[in-house]
Structure formats: C-alpha cells, structure tokens
C-alpha cells in the first residue's frame, strides 16, 4: 500500500515507511533556477531586486524545512542580480 500524507501532518504508526528524498534537492533547485530565468520570471527578479535595494523585502514561504524552500533558491537569484 502506498499512502499520500503531508509532511506537516503527524507521523503515525499507521504511516509505514515515511519517505521524503532531500537528494531530489538538487533536481529541484536546477529547475527553479530555469523557471526564474524565463523573461516573464525575470522581469519579477528584476522589481523584486529593484525593491530590495531600496526597502527591507521579506520572501515568505510555507515549507518547513528553513534549508530548503523556494525562498532560499529566489534570494539566491537576487544575490546574483546585485542585492
């Protein structure tokens, strides 16, 4: 049997087995990267840089693994345009 269950939601034994690969890290960050670097996801880096270097701009995300988010992989992006 294989179960679906938010990583948020409580272990139970009734869970099995929990898997969540953090190798697929990598994979992940690689294809945010090219989604962000699209002309449309550029022009938002670019107001979002713009913004950032005149006033404190907070990236919010829901993940709860504070290492890995798409926050982190976005303020990567915006280190590399200059802020």
Do not use: H
Request: hydrophobic share 35%; charged share 45%.
């Amino acid at each position: 049997m294989i179960k679906l269950k938010r990583v948020y939601e409580r272990p139970s034994r009734a869970d099995g087995r929990r898997v969540l690969d953090p190798a697929r890290w990598s994979e992940f960050k690689r294809r945010y990267r090219a989604e962000l670097r699209t002309s449309e996801r550029r022009e938002l880096l670019e107001t979002l840089a713009d913004q950032a270097r005149r006033d404190t701009v907070t990236l919010v995300y829901a993940a709860r693994d504070e290492e890995r988010n798409s926050a982190r992989v976005v303020r990567e992006e915006l280190a590399k345009m200059g802020r």
